[in-house]
């Protein structure tokens, strides 16, 4: 055995369990206000200050600060025995509303393993489980993970890189957002494009009941409706554009989904297919990146796949040759990756 190498690799499992348990405590500092308190403060807080600020108990709250400033999520003044936040790290862990929200994926993560005894049982017998299966915080997380990359990308790249789209949708356009989970991704395009209106769908019961409460609150519901649907059966047409956010690799009948969006279509309309960054090939895709979405997929996008009828189970990190395969099976003739971030790809599928 080489020591060496062996050191390394305990190091990383060391790193890797500190990072399961990080997760619960960013949680825990975002629900109760820590990393907000830190963030405002103009002047490095002792945990004393932090907790006054917060309503919270002190020696709760100095423990947590060491924890945090051992992972580099606060800093730390030795002479002062006080904590403050960068800039940096205050954009990634206070504003929702940015590229990057870090307690959204690790509020997605935690929900996600809430599964686990489930998820054993599924590796033995081969069967899947279902996204409705899974506990609210994934549902949640889910949707604050993906919005911030929604909310920075969407409608000032992505949709002015599809062929005529934005011109249709600034006219007045009918647009479909299938999968749409919570309706940020439909919100957000109602609210930039207000000729348009948009029709969501999720067989997600849950979730399209929050749909429809997002659009009320923001005064979109004549624009911006939502209901029950799954992508092989969503009703209405023809749309000029047809969207799919992070969801056609959870499907276990992605076929049958591609089929249904080209009828529904009109004959020039576009299906914009959003997925998550990946690869062509898995050692493409043995990467930080990548190690984050094959974990999640075995907890939630494979095991949704293998709950559905159809045969496919393509996991978060299916690529783009399984992508444009699909889509040339479903009919259509015109394929082309527009745009990418570090989190996402996004296609321009044409009939």
């Given at each position: 055995?080489?020591?060496?190498?062996?050191?390394?690799?305990?190091?990383?499992?060391?790193?890797?369990?500190?990072?399961?348990?990080?997760?619960?405590?960013?949680?825990?500092?975002?629900?109760?206000?820590?990393?907000?308190?830190?963030?405002?403060?103009?002047?490095p807080?002792?945990?004393?200050?932090?907790?006054?600020?917060?309503?919270?108990?002190?020696?709760?709250?100095?423990?947590?600060?060491?924890?945090?400033?051992?992972?580099?999520?606060?800093?730390?003044?030795?002479?002062?025995?006080?904590?403050?936040?960068?800039?940096?790290?205050?954009?990634?862990l206070?504003?929702?509303d940015?590229?990057?929200?870090?307690?959204?994926?690790?509020?997605?993560?935690?929900?996600?393993?809430?599964?686990?005894?489930?998820?054993?049982?599924?590796?033995?017998?081969?069967?899947?489980?279902?996204?409705?299966?899974?506990?609210?915080?994934?549902?949640?997380?889910?949707?604050?993970?993906?919005?911030?990359?929604?909310?920075?990308?969407?409608?000032?790249?992505?949709l002015?890189a599809?062929?005529?789209?934005?011109?249709?949708?600034?006219?007045?356009?009918?647009?479909?957002?299938?999968?749409?989970?919570?309706?940020?991704?439909?919100?957000?395009?109602a609210?930039?494009?207000?000729?348009?209106?948009?029709?969501?769908?999720?067989?997600?019961?849950?979730?399209?009941?929050?749909?429809?409460?997002?659009?009320?609150?923001?005064?979109?519901?004549?624009?911006?409706?939502?209901?029950?649907?799954?992508?092989?059966?969503?009703?209405?047409?023809?749309?000029?554009?047809?969207?799919?956010?992070?969801?056609?690799?959870?499907?276990?009948?992605?076929?049958g989904?591609?089929?249904?969006?080209?009828?529904?279509?009109?004959?020039?309309g576009?299906?914009?297919?959003?997925?998550?960054?990946?690869?062509?090939?898995?050692?493409?895709?043995?990467?930080?990146?990548?190690?984050?979405?094959?974990?999640?997929?075995?907890?939630?996008?494979?095991?949704?796949?293998?709950?559905?009828?159809?045969?496919y189970?393509?996991?978060?990190?299916?690529?783009?040759?399984?992508?444009r395969?699909?889509?040339?099976?479903a009919?259509?003739?015109?394929?082309?990756?527009?745009?990418e971030?570090?989190?996402?790809?996004?296609?321009?599928?044409?009939?």
């Open positions: 055995m080489d020591n060496d190498k062996l050191m390394e690799f305990l190091g990383r499992f060391v790193g890797d369990v500190g990072a399961t348990m990080a997760a619960g405590n960013v949680v825990v500092g975002e629900q109760l206000g820590l990393y907000r308190a830190l963030a405002e403060s103009d002047k807080l002792q945990p004393a200050d932090v907790a006054e600020r917060t309503g919270t108990d002190a020696r709760y709250v100095e423990e947590w600060l060491r924890g945090q400033a051992a992972g580099g999520y606060v800093e730390y003044d030795a002479d002062a025995g006080a904590y403050s936040m960068t800039e940096e790290q205050a954009f990634v206070t504003d929702p940015g590229a990057v929200y870090a307690p959204g994926a690790f509020q997605l993560a935690l929900g996600s393993l809430r599964a686990l005894p489930r998820i054993v049982e599924a590796f033995r017998s081969g069967e899947g489980v279902g996204w409705h299966e899974h506990a609210q915080e994934v549902f949640v997380g889910c949707e604050r993970f993906f919005r911030p990359g929604y909310i920075a990308h969407l409608v000032s790249e992505w002015p599809l062929d005529g789209v934005e011109a249709k949708l600034a006219a007045g356009a009918r647009v479909a957002d299938v999968g749409c989970g919570h309706g940020a991704s439909t919100v957000l395009m609210e930039a494009y207000p000729a348009s209106t948009f029709a969501g769908s999720d067989y997600h019961a849950g979730s399209i009941r929050s749909a429809n409460s997002r659009a009320a609150e923001a005064g979109l519901s004549e624009r911006a409706s939502f209901t029950v649907g799954s992508a092989q059966d969503f009703t209405g047409g023809p749309y000029d554009l047809v969207t799919t956010f992070d969801c056609l690799h959870d499907m276990g009948d992605p076929l989904a591609a089929r249904h969006i080209r009828d529904s279509l009109a004959p020039d576009t299906w914009m297919v959003v997925e998550p960054f990946a690869g062509d090939s898995v050692a493409a895709n043995l990467n930080p990146v990548g190690r984050v979405y094959y974990s999640f997929s075995t907890f939630l996008c494979v095991p949704n796949a293998l709950s559905q009828d159809g045969g189970s393509l996991g978060a990190q299916a690529g783009e040759p399984p992508i395969h699909l889509v040339t099976d009919g259509f003739t015109r394929f082309r990756r527009v745009a971030t570090p989190f996402n790809i996004v296609y321009e599928v044409r009939p």
